[in-house]
């Protein structure tokens, strides 16, 4: 079981350029979420979706796009990215609403480091 | 509104002695509670939760933790510190009607020497 799986792992941008950081889960999880992690920031919800054809901001929604046109992937979008963007991004599923009884738990993947120069 | 608070950014213990990481929460509404663990270069892993059953949560190697509402505190504890338990430590709140997101403390760095 591949759990949830994230490309790719590294990677470096100019400025002003876009790229697509993709997610995908094979547990057949309703809810899908992007994370940002940054030093001493803990992590921060940039978008989430809660099935196919829905989503919704997060905390830190700005200069991300995402989509959800399947149950198994959740794409994020930077438009155009910037050095404020430097992160290391995390994917989570879960089968219910996160935190939520006994199948809210989020299950991550491994993270995707972003540098962008 | 909630938040999460965790007290230290960094705990350094010796291998074979207690571990305690300390975390306070505020929410609007009974809270759901959990510990991650982050090992390097790894994606975030559930440690245990509390969902308002038993107080006193036991979760996976050897961890537990203590919901006390009157202090709103929710430590992580375990007696014994084994060098596999380096990694960073988060807390994190759920709790609301409606829809459900996570609060995630700032994490804590747990160093264990030999």
């Known amino acids: 079981n591949a759990g949830v799986t994230q490309t790719p792992k590294f990677q470096v941008l100019k400025t002003g350029q876009s790229m697509t950081l993709q997610c995908a889960q094979d547990?057949?999880?309703?809810?899908m979420s992007w994370y940002r992690q940054d030093p001493g920031m803990g992590l921060r919800l940039i978008h989430y979706?809660?099935?196919?054809?829905?989503?919704d901001q997060g905390e830190v929604p700005n200069g991300y796009n995402v989509s959800r046109s399947t149950t198994e992937d959740f794409p994020l979008r930077l438009l155009s990215a910037a050095p404020s963007q430097t992160s290391v991004y995390f994917c989570?599923?879960?089968?219910?609403?996160?935190?939520?009884?006994?199948?809210?738990?989020?299950?991550f993947g491994e993270g995707s480091r972003l540098t962008v120069l | 509104a909630q938040s999460v608070t965790q007290l230290d950014s960094h705990v350094s213990v010796s291998e074979g002695t207690p571990v305690l990481l300390r975390c306070n929460y505020s929410?609007?509404?009974?809270?759901?509670l959990f510990w991650y663990v982050q090992h390097p270069n790894k994606g975030l892993q559930l440690l245990l939760k509390?969902?308002?059953?038993?107080?006193l949560v036991k979760g996976i190697n050897g961890f537990e933790a203590e919901f006390k509402k009157s202090e709103t505190s929710f430590h992580l504890t375990k007696p014994s510190a084994h060098m596999s338990d380096a990694a960073e430590y988060f807390c994190?709140?759920?709790?609301?009607?409606?829809?459900?997101?996570?609060?995630f403390g700032k994490g804590t760095m747990l160093l264990v020497s030999p």
């Open positions: 989570a599923s879960s089968y219910s609403l996160p935190g939520q009884g006994n199948t809210g738990e989020l299950f």
């Open positions: 547990m057949n999880h309703e809810y």
């Open positions: 979706s809660v099935g196919a054809g829905i989503t």
């Open positions: 929410s609007s509404y009974s809270p759901s």
């Open positions: 509390y969902t308002s059953a038993a107080t």
């Open positions: 994190v709140v759920s709790g609301g009607s409606g829809y459900s997101t996570l609060t």
